[in-house]
């Protein structure tokens, strides 16, 4: 049976994961405006300290997954710092201008990270890449723990096709993690293609403006129900 893994943004996130029987967290921050950045070190040590494994989401900015020098930089000091306030996985990933898996820049991101107790999944990012089996292919030679996809579509429902033959090609050398747009009534055909696990935020949006300077759109939350209707769609 497929884990459940739940997208959170606080501590108070985490902790209804948890409840909901989650197995762990991605932790992101601005993920409604932007699919996520890279939280701040002291909301990761507040949700490292809920009981429940928490991943971090390491990316710099919003936009593509092509980095400069500079972003690169930036984010290996994020994973180090992430690994050193309590996360027990990290999430990220980075692009060729080719469309392909850049090994040297996922390299660089993991140096000194010791991956016997630090799990790593390669993100969305996956979902955008020209040759899907050589992505995989790649991703198991740098010992990617996961992979985070929607099979490349808009929504998980939609590339169910696209996630059994990842699974096929992937033969349990890395496990495949359906993500994208699920909702509980779509969780029994994402799991029936054999995913590893089944990721989604299960957030709803609370009305909240900032004002001129603070932003208008209010903020999202996870949302307990869901949460817990999530996880019980899996256990069927």
Same mark, same amino acid.
């Given at each position: ?9 606080? =501590?108070?996130?985490? %902790?209804? *994961?948890?409840? !909901? &029987? @989650?197995?762990? /967290?991605? $932790?992101? #921050? ?45 984010? =290996?000091?994020?994973? %180090?710092? *992430?690994?050193? !306030? &309590? @996360?027990?996985? /990290?999430? $990220?990933? #980075? ?55 929607? &099979? ?85």
């Amino acid at each position: 049976m497929p884990v459940l893994e739940l997208a959170v943004q606080d =501590a108070a996130g985490a %902790r209804i *994961a948890r409840r !909901a &029987g @989650a197995a762990r /967290v991605e $932790l992101c #921050a601005a993920l409604g405006a932007t699919g996520g950045l890279t939280p701040s070190i002291g909301m990761i040590e507040a949700v490292a300290e809920q009981g429940i494994d928490v991943h971090p989401l390491v990316r710099c900015r919003p936009g593509g997954f092509v980095y400069d020098a500079d972003e690169i930089a930036v984010m =290996a000091r994020d994973v %180090r710092a *992430a690994v050193g !306030a &309590g @996360a027990s996985g /990290v999430v $990220l990933g #980075a692009l060729t201008s080719f469309g392909s898996v850049d090994s040297e820049t996922m390299a660089r991101l993991l140096d000194n990270v010791d991956r016997s107790v630090v799990e790593v999944t390669f993100h969305r990012a996956m979902d955008v890449v020209n040759y899907r089996a050589a992505a995989l292919d790649a991703l198991v030679g740098l010992g990617v723990t996961r992979v985070l996809t929607s &099979g490349g579509a808009p929504r998980c429902i939609d590339g169910v096709q696209a996630l059994s033959g990842m699974v096929a090609h992937a033969c349990g050398r890395i496990q495949v993690m359906a993500g994208g747009g699920i909702r509980v009534e779509d969780i029994a055909a994402v799991a029936g293609t054999g995913v590893d696990a089944v990721h989604l935020s299960a957030r709803r949006n609370v009305a909240d403006s900032g004002g001129p300077g603070g932003g208008s759109g209010g903020y999202d939350t996870i949302d307990e129900a869901l949460a817990r209707a999530a996880a019980r769609a899996l256990e069927v």
